[in-house]
C-alpha cells in the first residue's frame, strides 16, 4: 500500500451507520482479528480485565443484536437506534468480566481503547469498514436485562453468567451501504423482525464533516 492510498483510506475513514448483511466477513480476517484480540498487550492487573461477546449471523446472535438494538442501544433523546449493530456480520460486544471483583474504568477503557485501536487498523488494511457504537438508555428495565442474559446463557450454551454482564462498546465490522441523503432526511425507519418500527440515523454521504477529530497535534 502506498503513502497516499493510506492517508486516503484513513483520512476517509468513517463511523458508517448501516452494513449490507450480505457481505460478510472473510474467514481469513475474522481469524486475523481473534489473533490481534488475544495478543494486543495488556497489564496484569486483573480489574483491567474485560470480556467479548463475539457474535456473526446464527440465528441467536441476531436475535441478541435485535435486543440490544431494541432495548438498549438506544439514544433517548434523538430517539435513535444503533441498527449497525444489527446490520453488521461482524460484532464485538465489549462486557466486564465477571471473575473480577472490581473494575478499575480508567485502567479498564485504556485497554479496550489500545485493542479496537489495533482490530480498526486490520480491519481498514482488509478492505473492510469498522464502526463504534456506545450510545445507550440511561437505564435498561430490568425486563430486559433478565432476557438479554437468558439470550447470552443460551448463546453459550451453559449458565455462564449468575450476574448480569453489562454491554460496553461495540465493534462492528462489514461493508458499509453506501447512501445519499439530506440532512433532514437522516431519520430512517427500521423494521425488526417482531414487526416493531425503530428509527436510526442514516449515514449521510455527502456530509464529509461528520466524525472529524479536532487537532491533535500541538
Not at 485502567?107 to 480498526?120: K, P, R, T
Amino acid at each position: 500500500m502506498t503513502t497516499d492510498n493510506f492517508l486516503d483510506l484513513w483520512s476517509n475513514r468513517r463511523n458508517y451507520k448501516r452494513f449490507d448483511p450480505a457481505q460478510l466477513v472473510s474467514s481469513d480476517l475474522e481469524t486475523r482479528l481473534d489473533c490481534v484480540w488475544d495478543s494486543v498487550p495488556m497489564q496484569s492487573q486483573p480489574d483491567a480485565y474485560f470480556k467479548i461477546l463475539k457474535l456473526g449471523t446464527s440465528d441467536i446472535d441476531m436475535r441478541i443484536r435485535e435486543h440490544l438494538v431494541k432495548t438498549f442501544y438506544y439514544n433517548e433523546t434523538t430517539e435513535m437506534h444503533e441498527v449497525g449493530i444489527l446490520t453488521a456480520p461482524l460484532t464485538y460486544v465489549i462486557m466486564d468480566d465477571p471473575d473480577q471483583n472490581s473494575q478499575n474504568p480508567k485502567s479498564q477503557s485504556f485497554h479496550i481503547g489500545l485493542h479496537a485501536g489495533a482490530v480498526l487498523a486490520e480491519t481498514l488494511r482488509y478492505g473492510y469498514d469498522c464502526s463504534f457504537f456506545e450510545c445507550s438508555v440511561d437505564e435498561w428495565k430490568d425486563e430486559h436485562k433478565k432476557q438479554y442474559h437468558d439470550l447470552l446463557n443460551e448463546k453459550l450454551g451453559r449458565v455462564v453468567y449468575t450476574e448480569l454482564q453489562y454491554p460496553k462498546t461495540t465493534i462492528n465490522i462489514g461493508k458499509h451501504v453506501d447512501v445519499w441523503c439530506d440532512e433532514g432526511d437522516s431519520k430512517q425507519p427500521w423494521e425488526l423482525s417482531d414487526g416493531t418500527t425503530i428509527l436510526y440515523e442514516e449515514t449521510r454521504t455527502a456530509d464529509n464533516n461528520v466524525n472529524k477529530k479536532h487537532n491533535l497535534f500541538l
